[in-house]
């Protein structure tokens, strides 16, 4: 448990640093992410769940999903008391790793057809050269960034959700979690 807890918060800066919105993967600033809408942080992250379970079910096999809830973070350089942005980061573990061959290329042909556009697909930057996928929907103001990490026991794959950037309604306050 401690491994991976170290692995996320390991790789949470570093995929912070990636992903920072929809259209995250172009040279935008961060005063560019796209807007999301108003929301309270709660109701944000009850949003970047629905997401998450619908990626979910793109998997195509069962599974067990780590219990990780949405995080909210700083919206770049907007300020702190007015913007914010949703992550939710989790994994996905099966009983019979070999259901694992060609769920990347499943996701990729997959999301597409749910309103996801592919920006990135192929070996990350790590030494275990993981198969990475980076999309982005532009009408739910959310991207994702799939790893799949074979050589981990068990082998996963790891999901970071990232919304654009929120504003908070008027007279209410951002929670922070």
Same mark, same amino acid.
């Given at each position: 448990?401690?491994?991976?807890?170290?692995? +996320? +918060?390991?790789?949470?800066?570093?995929?912070?640093?990636?992903?920072? =919105?929809?259209?995250?993967?172009?040279? &935008?600033?961060?005063?560019?992410?796209?807007?999301? =809408?108003?929301?309270?942080?709660?109701?944000?992250?009850?949003?970047?769940?629905?997401?998450?379970?619908?990626?979910?079910?793109?998997?195509?096999?069962?599974?067990? #999903?780590?219990?990780?809830?949405?995080?909210? &973070?700083? %919206? =770049?350089?907007?300020?702190?008391?007015?913007?914010?942005?949703?992550?939710?980061?989790?994994?996905?573990?099966?009983?019979?790793?070999?259901?694992?061959?060609? #769920?990347?290329?499943?996701? &990729?042909?997959?999301?597409?057809?749910?309103?996801?556009?592919?920006?990135?697909?192929?070996?990350?930057?790590?030494?275990?050269?993981?198969?990475?996928?980076? #999309?982005?929907?532009?009408?739910?103001?959310?991207?994702?960034?799939?790893?799949?990490? #074979?050589?981990?026991?068990?082998?996963?794959?790891?999901?970071? +959700?990232?919304? =654009? %950037?929120?504003?908070?309604?008027?007279?209410?306050?951002?929670?922070?979690?």
């Amino acid at each position: 448990m401690k491994k991976k807890l170290r692995v +996320v +918060v390991l790789t949470l800066p570093m995929a912070l640093s990636t992903l920072t =919105g929809c259209a995250m993967t172009d040279t &935008k600033s961060s005063d560019d992410m796209p807007p999301s =809408g108003f929301s309270t942080s709660s109701e944000a992250a009850e949003s970047a769940r629905k997401v998450s379970s619908q990626l979910y079910n793109l998997i195509g096999f069962k599974g067990k #999903a780590s219990d990780t809830g949405p995080g909210v &973070k700083e %919206c =770049g350089k907007k300020d702190p008391e007015k913007y914010f942005q949703i992550f939710h980061s989790w994994s996905f573990t099966s009983t019979s790793p070999e259901q694992f061959e060609g #769920a990347m290329e499943q996701l &990729k042909s997959k999301l597409p057809k749910q309103g996801w556009n592919v920006v990135k697909y192929g070996p990350d930057s790590s030494v275990n050269k993981n198969l990475s996928l980076t #999309a982005d929907n532009e009408e739910k103001k959310y991207s994702v960034n799939i790893t799949y990490q #074979a050589k981990d026991n068990p082998p996963n794959l790891n999901f970071f +959700v990232v919304s =654009g %950037c929120y504003q908070i309604p008027d007279g209410q306050k951002i929670e922070r979690f």
